[in-house]
């Protein structure tokens, strides 16, 4: 399974900074920022489909692991568990008798 998160959520800035005298100080700074998740867009590919639902299907019968990022793209309903609840809300927007998440 292709993972998108690393891409879609993590930005790396690396800064150097240097003294102009002899002694050399030399710095580097790691920031990592989050973007916003999208709601059942559970692969990162930033639109939620029918390969969302299928993925969630997977990690709900145990064949595949979800990342921090993919489980709270799962949590459709926001209570902080990803259930099979999630999965018939998804199932139910996809199919057009719910409005999104």
Known sequence: MSNNFAK????IYTSKVKTSN???????????MKSKVIKGDVNGDGIF???????MKKYLTG????????LEAADVDNNGEVNSI????????LL???PGF
């Open 8 to 11: 879609i959520y993590t930005k």
């Open 22 to 32: 002899a002694n050399t100080t030399k710095q580097e700074v790691t920031i990592s």
């Open 49 to 55: 489909n029918s390969i969302d639902l299928a993925l």
């Open 63 to 70: 064949a595949i692991e979800f990342t921090e990022e993919q």
């Open 86 to 93: 999630d999965y018939a809300i998804m199932n139910q927007v």
């Open 96 to 98: 057009g008798k719910r």
